[in-house]
Nanobody
């Protein structure tokens, strides 16, 4: 079981940037596909971005493509989400997730390790 801890959320104005970080406890972090999801109250958790074990492949939600960048540093057991040109509709709790799948999974049930979430609020 991998323990994940997110950080970097906050309150920003529209157009600003934020960088989320996720620290993983498992020394065997490398094989995991990592992802970021987000959730607003009353709605289902939504896929945002995923990255494979080597960092060579990524996938994004269409509405964040070109604005968000997912990356990882396996030496530090960390994954990041650089968010730029933030919009009020990006407001949500952002969760880091890990999966042993080799695919870039974009559905919640493919991930069995989750962090506690970090709040991102974008004001207009």
């Amino acid at each position: 079981q991998v323990q994940l801890v997110e950080s970097g959320g906050g309150l920003v104005q529209a157009g600003a940037s934020l960088r989320l970080s996720c620290a993983a406890s498992d020394r065997t972090f490398n094989p995991y596909t990592m992802a970021w999801f987000r959730q607003v109250p009353g709605k289902e958790r939504e896929f945002v971005a995923a990255i494979n074990w080597s960092g060579g492949r990524t996938d994004y939600l269409v509405s964040v493509k070109g604005r968000f960048t997912i990356s990882r540093d396996n030496a530090k057991n960390a994954v990041y989400l650089q968010m730029s040109s933030l919009k009020p509709e990006d407001t949500a709790v952002y969760y880091c997730a890990a999966s042993r799948s080799t695919r870039l999974e974009n559905i919640v049930r493919k991930y069995d390790n989750w962090g506690q979430g970090t709040q991102v609020t974008v004001s207009s």
